[in-house]
Structures are given as structure tokens and as C-alpha cells.
């Protein structure tokens, strides 16, 4: 149970977190969230329209995109627009992106508009799609704000909060908030998403060597609970700064 | 709580489950899964090669691919073959099933050989990946001692057990091995996939609508648990029929 | 002339052929054929709806789709979702079963529906693409005498049966229904349609070797024409018995 | 048996057929075909290496594509390569061609070298297919003379001649040499590629409507059998002359 | 300044230019143009429609599309139809074809009309950019004025002459329409393409090696200048002696 | 000529430009150009290995990348990755740079190494080409500088300075650095791309409606020299600056 830990990083301790917003000009909302040495630009856009699935049904979408710049790994990525399909792995992410935040929206309230959130990570040190998902729940806010704010929303569709943190099992000790190398080493690896009335929206746990306990499930699980509930908070923050 | 199931199945019931072994006669080991009205074919076959990543590495290697054929469902289901890519769900479940079997598999045992496991689903009506993942641990069983008795392999890289099953919250109760229309109406999905030794390899749990409590989380923990100690018996059982 | 066949079948003897009607649960008609070691799913589902090119053209359309599952070969077949498109081979077969079958099926009276069936090929000992057709007719009169029965059809669009057959030259014999291991090696090969009185509907010769004369043409087609009766008595016997 | 042929041609008779040698500069061997209003350029490329499934065996291979310029066709036709793959239609015929080819091609006269035929269609009037085949033939021809020639070779790999036409039955009528509008409009439609000898290669008759029958085969065997002779006078003509 | 071309061609001289009118049958207006060793078909297709983004703009659009046939080059070029996509350099010729000929039509003349120029290399020699352009101004020359005769137009949307000629610097010598092995070498590549009325429509200028001064500048643009009036009244006396 | 421009920018002014060096950590060189709204992520990696067509020519190899955050553009843009091929656009845009900066650098002393520039657009406002090679150029530098201090090359393989901008006629008057709404609405737009030592390394220019004239190219010409004089003075004060 000591494991050493960059810059002295207690073992439930979250690496520092902040939030830019607005960082871009011409999105509805948008966030630069930086945790530890990662980097997620988190965008929303706005299209009057839903797709096909949902013509005449009185109710809009939400849907996420996840992207990775070709230098923000320790090497170099090859980028994906040069091959022919984004890989499972992106497409699995953008899926749980877009899970967890629908997962806060009122789709009804959202009238005939599709939601287009774009999470792109300038730079990866582990944690990109926990990141993604607590940042583009900030984009979502401000730019639910602003349909509130110029009237073509009589109700906030955001219902709550939603935040998503990593916890591992690295050499046997239970850790909050992985960074790369923890992530490289780590026997079992776990995603939660939660909301801000203490729900779980999703958990994914993968053993990646030997099976985990349930007994280690169940500290994992609390662990990320703490960490979430952290996340919020800066999320509360910054938005009341504003 | 008081949910009617098909053919009066209780809330904690498995669907009837078979194996038939061997149903193909080029594969080095095959089982076709029938779980209620969900038909999965698992086959394992072997090369004396390994990918490029684990060249000289001393170790084999285990992969999965996962298909649907057209007509397996409730409405036919467009080809893969014709799109560009496999979907990002078909990417998820052969990720998730080549992670599970690779959780009991000695890779080095194995030596420089690659294991691949197809599983394509003949009829759909919930289940399949779990399904999959239960019937492909039998495929693999049955190719490994095969291995063994020619005399190729010393020791059998199969170390444990592995099985699966999929446990939900439907209109408020807690369901053990959902079939297709519970899956389409539940509030939240989870499959989990479990070692003989009782240890976790992978929890994914997804809420559809509401967020699910800590309480409900442990309800379903509870309830994958005892469908996989079933399924387990029966793995063992039709293999000591051989 | 002495060919020794496996399990001693005459030169101009087919191998064992059954029919396993409704295989499927969903599809509107199923068959598995087994012809020796090949094994063949043929399903037909039927949309209400026509291509673009026939649209108010008043009458419907039937279109074909063959696949090989990737552990139904001897040696494992790459599965062909993951290459960017179906191969010639597979593009070829499909359109034959499609024209085969269109060639006795009554466009106009199937009124503006399509009728899509699949071929999926789960072992293959040769003669995959006319144990398709043969299998895929029964499909289709399975679905068709369905539609009738519920009103939806006043008249059955199926005006006549349609089976296939290989035949080929191996070694100089002339010989039916090649299995694998003598296609792999024969001098000639040809596949035939017919229709129940005795038109051609396709012919495809190959010399894989030394081009073939104008009287082994003629043996060849004798042998075809024997074999397709056979099928098509085999046809009207398990039609019979439903 | 009355029908009607553009310019009073005869149901027994070719179109004009001449063939221009060298069209092209830097191609082995290279045939600007017209037949009638069809044009067709063959060119012929060699390599001095073989396909990976070929190495080490002591022979050379030969392959065939073949395109169609976007303005050939009497409405303009998609350029394929804009789309993702090369049609069904456009594959069946390079492999088609290709095949015809390695019929009267002795692939260890050649060596470990790699033949490419391209076939372009530049305008389009019925039968391209088998102009590729009588033209390819041709550049083919001319290639391996000059390999001879400049004594990279001892003996020419071409064994013997090959040409093709189609056949088919229009109103009732067995026509030779199908144009356009005939073969829009046949009930019966058939490629039929021989060798120098009277050996068949190929036969790919198809009913487009009813199928035909076993008198009508033979008819129009006779007429493409009549139609190849005069197309190989027409080749030894036109190399006479050189 | 002594360099020596092919055939003692002067270094301000263009090659032996030609154009074939109508080469083709089935498109609207169509030019075989020759230049030297470069052979281009030129053609031209009219549809009464326009794309998505001008509907009911009551403007026409004009797009061309550049191709190369396999054995159009030195040594043979892999056919693009078999590739995933139009390489880099395809695409960014045909755009420049495109907005070259544009720049001299009026689209609202035009009407509702979409104008097809395919430009498609028979044999390769240099300059087939610039070629293709010169040609297409041809084959769209022709077209235009046949859907006046025929009373479709009753404008000529044609305003202006378009050519286009490719110089360089090669050794240190300014040189006009480089052929293959001088575009190989040059340390200085631009084309240029004008109109009758004397002004640029795109100047594309590239230095290799060395960047190029503004003195060099002058001399190419002087040079290319000259080669264009030359180019434009080979197109008058071709369409006069029509 | 009395043009209005954003912030009363004057029609030969560029717009404020700075560079943020080192703005990633994983690349070995990195820039944050920023040009008016313009935001531009330029990003250095080496490989120690060239591409198959120097092996062994003793030489290195640099090449750049190109692409586009979906909400960098005012209204969002579709995600390469999700296409097929990345856009014609996108293509010559990389080759541009990629030549631009090659021009610059002598390959030979950068040794069996490969240089990958990617330049990632964060926020498009016009001019994001030119931005890219202003910046790349300073990422090479900076990358460079590092192998050079390293010990890694003897000599710095950079030989001069590169920068770029845009110019352009808009309503008449001839503009310097054009944002988007000026680019969108030019008559004439041009790129140049020009050495520390004043020669050009290219020249792209195109008139978007009525051709240009030599005396508007001579004007542009001259502009474009001014700008790209004042933006390597900003890249050598930023360079100074460290």
C-alpha cells in the first residue's frame, strides 16, 4: 500500500483540475479541462434538426464525438482520418460520452435539436474519457444556458450534474484518478460515471490481469464516489464564477 | 416485483441453456450455444504464429470476432460485409469477449500460437454477447485438451473457468438473464463476466434512464453471481458427458 | 474412368442432401441444407418496400446475399465484415442466386414487396453456391405459400422449382456434385440451374486446366440434368411431409 | 426469325472488327479493338516478379483488369474510382478475362515475371467483355514476341489462340455478336470463349427471362463457335501483316 | 541556356498540338487532344439537374473529373478503382480543371443544368493538367453550342477562351511546356491558365529545389503568356474548320 | 478602395500574430500560432527511419499533416475521421506545407530520420495554411535546435527562414492577410510562401470570379512580400525571446 505516486500524489487524491470557458470562439459552449498533464477540449454545437430515428417525435438527441490530436501521446498517433474507420476503441468512448450525458438530459425539454458534443484531447496523460465527460458536461451547461437566456428554451433539458472519474488497482493498492503510467500497470481498471444526486450512470470494471475481488470492487466504488463528488464541486466553482 | 416473464419464468431464472459440442467439423473446437431463443455458434481455431507485437515474445496470443448473421433477428439486420466497418457495438462485444477469455488463458503455455474464437450469432433474442462469452470458454476447453492429447502442448493454458450473463432492472425488478424485449424496456443493463474462483473480469454496467443506486447495484452483483454459478455447472456437465 | 469417390459414391451419384425446414425463428422462410459435409442457411425476409429503381413500377423485387462463416472452411477464412468490401467470388454467387431465383418467381404478382435472402454458408465441402440455390427456392416457397395463406398474396409469385448442381471433370471422369477436395483438383468444372420443366436458367463453365470439348460438354450436362431431378424429387418430398 | 439488325446486318453475322497494334507507347503490347461502335484498349505490362502466392514456384502469373471510361457508356457512368470498390459486374469480368488468358498461357514458359492486361472500355456498344478477351489476346501476343525477340524468353508461353463472343436470343431470333440494344432486349444471353483447337474455355449462358432450352443451347453454340473462327482469321490477319 | 529537348525543340517552343473533335459517340462534345506524347480524351455529359446546394438557386454547376489509365505512363500505374480513395494529386487537378472552366462559364446562363467534363489520360508525357484544360474548353465548346442550335440555350453561357500551358526552369533555362523527363528535373514547375482576354485564372507556381526569384518569375509568366496565345489559336482554327 | 476591415484593420496590415512556444509536452517541437481569430496547434515528432523510398539514399524525410477540430469553423464541421479519405482540401494542404517547409531543409543532414508536422486547426478565421507553415517552421525549429543540443546532428538542417500569408482582391481593392469573411467573398485569392532570402517557394493564385490581371498580380506580389518580411521578424523576436 506505498506506492509512490508523481509529485507526491496521495493515493485518493485527485491530480489538480481546472476548467477554461468559452476557449472557443464559435462554439455554442466550450471547455478546456486540464487534469494533471491531460488536456480535453470539450465543444458543444447546436443543429435545429434530429436525425431520421426521431422525425415527428417531439424530442431532440444528444450525441458525442471523441478525437485524439496525432501529438498529444507520449508517441506520436497516427491519425485517424487517414485510415479508414475510427477505431473501436473512439467509437466505444464516443458511445459513453454520449450515454452519460443524455443520461442528464431531458431530450423532450431539448425540443427538435440535436446536441453535438465534441471532446478532443490535446494531450493524454490517462483519463481522457473521465475527463471528456466531466468537461462536456460544463460545455452542455453553458450552452443550455444560453438557449435559456436568449428564449428558445422556456426549460433547462440538464437535469443534473454528471462526472466520471478512473480508479485502479496498481501493485495492490486501490487508486484515485490514474495518469498514463499507473494506467499501463494497473490489474484492474474502473470507469465511473455519476450523477449529482449520487446515481450511477455507468461502471465499467475490466481485470486486466488476474479477476478482482468484490471486496476490492467495493473500495474501488467508494473511491471514485469521493472523487466524483470533488469533481463537482470544481464544476460548481466555475460555473458560479462566471 | 411482480413482473411476468415468458413461459412463467421466475424474476432469478436462467433461460434453459445447451451445449452442443463439436457441431462444426473443421474448427478445432466449436459449441453451439442455445439460451432460450438465442443460438450462438463458438468456434476456436489455432495458427502456429503469433502478431506482429509478440514476435519472439515466448507467448501466444487469444482474439475474438463477433458476427450476426442477417437473419438472426426480430427484423433483418443489414449485412456487415457490405458497410465499410464493423459497427462500433460489433467492436465492443469482440473486445469484451477476447478480454474475458484472455483473463484464464496462460498466453505463454500457449506458446507461439494465435487462438482465435468466432462467435456468430445464428438467432438473437438477448444475451448474445454473454452467451458468447460462455460458449467460447467451452470452444476453447475442447481445442486446448485437444492440443494436450496430441501431445503438442505440455500443460493446458485453461486455468479457470469463465462465464457470463446479463442482469437488468425492468419496470423496478431485478432480472437475471434478460431476453430481448426485457433488455429493450430495461432501466439498467449489466453483464458481468466471472471466473470459476468467483473473481470479477468485467463489470459493465449501463444506466438506460435513471441513474441506478448503490443498493440496486448490489441486487444485480448478487443475482449475475448465482446465473454464473449455474452456467458454470453446466459447462462442467457437458463436458464430463464427453 | 475408375475415380475412387469418397465413401464410395458412383460417379454420377449426389451426395446425401436433407432439408431442415424453419431452422430459424424470425425469418418469414427458413431451410439448412446439408449436402454431404456442406451446410448451408437459407432465410428469406420479405420488406414492403422496393428499390429506388422500381418504385410505381408495380411489381416487387428479390434480391440474394451469400456469406461463409469464417470457421467454415478448413482453414479459417478471414471474416469479410473487415475488409472494405465483398470479394469477386462473393459478388459473383450472390447475383447467381439472385437471377436463378428471379428466373421462376413472378415479379409482378409479389406486388411492391422485396424479398432478400440470405445464404450463409456454416460448412463448406464444395458445392456451396448450388446448395444455396436448391435451399434458397424452399426458403422462398416456405415464405410465399405464407403470404398466401394470410391474404397477403391472391396468387403464389413462385411459378416453377429451381435447383443447381455442379458437375465437372476430374481426372477425365465426368463426375456430380463435387465435393471440396475433387473441385480443388478437377479439369473442368460447371455449375447448372434448371427450372422444373427442364429449362436452363444458367450454365457456367470453367476450364480450370485444358479447355474442354463439345462431347464432354454434352456428358456434362446429362449429369446435370440427372442430378437437378434428383434435387428437385428431394424438394417436393419435404414440402410433401409439412 | 424476321428481326431487324442495324445497318441490315445479318442474325449470323460479326460487326466490322479492326484492330490498331501499338495504340500505345509505353505499354509491352498494346490493341485499340473496335467492333462495331465498341472500343476497347488492351495493353499489356510485365514485371519481373510474381504475386506472394507464387514465389519460389518456378512460374509466372497473369492477371486482367478491366474499366470503363466514364463517357463510354450512351448516359454517363459513375467513375468507380470514387467509389469504394470495383463493381460486382467489373470484378466478374477481370476474372473473366484473367482466366481466359492463363487458359492458352504456359505460366512456366514466363518465368517468375507477372503479365497485367488492362482492358479500358472508351466507347460502349454490347459485348466489351469479349472484345477485351479477342484484343487481349492480341497485346498479349505482341508482348510475348518482343520478350522472344530481345531473348529474355526461349520460348513464347502462348500456346494457342483464344477469342470471344456473345450469343443470344432476341425475339425469338439466335443472334451473333449482340449490340447494345440486342442484348438490352435478349431473352437469352451467352459469352462463350474458345481456344485455336475448338476447346471451350468458358460458357456463361444466362436466361434473363424464360429459361431455354437444350435445342436452343445448341444453336447458339454453333453461332459463337462460326463467330470465333472468323475473329482468329481476323487475328492472324492483322499479325500477318505486321 | 543551352539546353537540348527532345526533337530540337526551341526552349520557347510549345510541341506539335492536336485535337480531334467529336472522337467519342455518346457524349455531348468530346476532343482527343495531343500534344506532343500526352494524349487526352476530353468529354463532356449534360444532366437536367443540379447538385443539393444549388436547387432552386436557378444557376447550372460545371465539375470535371481527371483520370489515368493504368498503362498511360512509363511504367505502369496501379488503377485508382482499386483503391480507397482518388489520390492527393487527382483530386487536386480535377478541382483546378473545374474552377478554370467555371471561370470563363456563366452558370446562371447555364440554367439548371449540371456540365460532366471528364478528362482522362491515354498516354502520359507531361503537362496532362494543362492539357485536359486547353481540351476541356474544346469538348465544352462543342456541347455548348449544340444545346443552342437545338434551341435548349438561348445563350451561349460560354464567355471567353480558356488554355492552359505548364513552364518551368530546368537547368537554370526557362523553358515552355515541359514533357515528362524535363518536368523531372526541373528546379522550378508553374502552371498557368488564362483566358482570350489576356487575364490569369490560376497561376501555380513550385520550387523544387531552390525557391525561385521575382526576375524568374517574370520570364516564366512572359513564356507561358506567349504558349497560351499559341494554344488558343490552335482552338480557333479547329472549331472554324469544323 | 475604401474598404472597411474588422478593428479598422488597414488593407495592408496583417492582423496581430503571436507564437506560444512548447505548448505540448510530448512533441519534440510544438507552437500555438495565433493570427487573428485564427488558432493554429503546430506539433513536431522525429522518427528515427525513413519511408520505403530512401531507404538507404542516406537522406531524411519530412512530411506534414493537416486537419480541422469539427468546431473550429463557425458553423461545425464533419469529422474527417468519419469519412472515407480526408478531403482534396485537406490533401493539398498537407502537400503544401509539407513542400513549403522541405524547401527550407536539407535532407541530407537531418540523417535516416523522418520529420511529421501536424498542424491542427483550433479556431478557423481564415488564413489557417499560411498560419500553419508560419508555424511549422518555428515547430521545426525549436525541434532542430533540440537534436542539434543533443548532440543527435552536427549541423542544423534548417537552412532559411519559411513563412506564408494570403492576399486577395476583395471589391476592388487589394488586401493583406485576409480573415474569413474577406477570403469568402474575394474576387481574387493568393497564397505565396516565400524564404528568409526573398525567393518564392510557391504561388498560388486563383481568380475566384473575373480573371486578374498582370498590374493586380504585380500589386498582390508586392503585399505578400511585406507580410511575410513582418512575419519571420515575429518568429525571430520569439525565437530571441527563450
Same mark, same amino acid.
Given at each position: 500500500m506505498s506506492i509512490h505516486r508523481l509529485h507526491k500524489r496521495a493515493a485518493q487524491a485527485l491530480r489538480p483540475v481546472s476548467f477554461e470557458l468559452d476557449w472557443l470562439r464559435y462554439a455554442e459552449g466550450s471547455v478546456l479541462v486540464t487534469q494533471g498533464e491531460t488536456k480535453v477540449m470539450c465543444a458543444v454545437s447546436i443543429e435545429d434538426d434530429v436525425p431520421g430515428f426521431l422525425k415527428d417525435k417531439g424530442q431532440g438527441w444528444l450525441t458525442a464525438e471523441y478525437g485524439m490530436l496525432p501529438q498529444a501521446t507520449h508517441t506520436r498517433t497516427k491519425r485517424?482520418?487517414?485510415?479508414?474507420k475510427p477505431s473501436g476503441r473512439t467509437q466505444e468512448i464516443q458511445r459513453l460520452i454520449g450515454r452519460s450525458l443524455r443520461a442528464v438530459t431531458d431530450l423532450h425539454a431539448l425540443g427538435s435539436r440535436t446536441v453535438r458534443i465534441d471532446c478532443d484531447v !490535446?494531450?493524454?496523460?490517462?483519463?481522457t474519457r473521465c475527463a471528456s465527460i466531466t468537461g462536456a458536461w460544463l460545455a452542455l451547461s453553458l450552452a443550455m444556458s444560453r438557449l435559456c437566456q436568449q428564449g428558445e !428554451?422556456?426549460?433547462?433539458? !440538464?437535469?443534473d450534474h454528471v462526472a466520471a472519474v478512473s480508479v485502479g488497482i496498481v501493485e495492490g493498492a486501490p487508486l484515485l484518478d490514474l495518469d498514463y503510467s499507473e494506467d499501463s500497470n494497473c490489474e484492474t481498471d474502473m470507469n465511473v460515471v455519476m450523477t449529482g444526486?449520487?446515481?450511477?450512470?455507468e461502471i465499467q470494471g475490466t481485470a486486466e490481469g488476474a479477476a478482482f475481488s468484490r471486496q476490492e470492487l467495493d473500495t474501488l466504488l467508494a473511491l471514485a464516489q469521493q472523487g466524483i463528488t470533488q469533481l463537482m464541486d470544481a464544476q460548481k466553482r466555475v460555473l458560479a464564477k462566471q
Open positions: 485517424e482520418s487517414q485510415s479508414i !490535446l494531450q493524454a496523460d490517462g483519463g !428554451l422556456t426549460a433547462n433539458p !440538464l437535469r444526486s449520487g446515481g450511477f450512470v
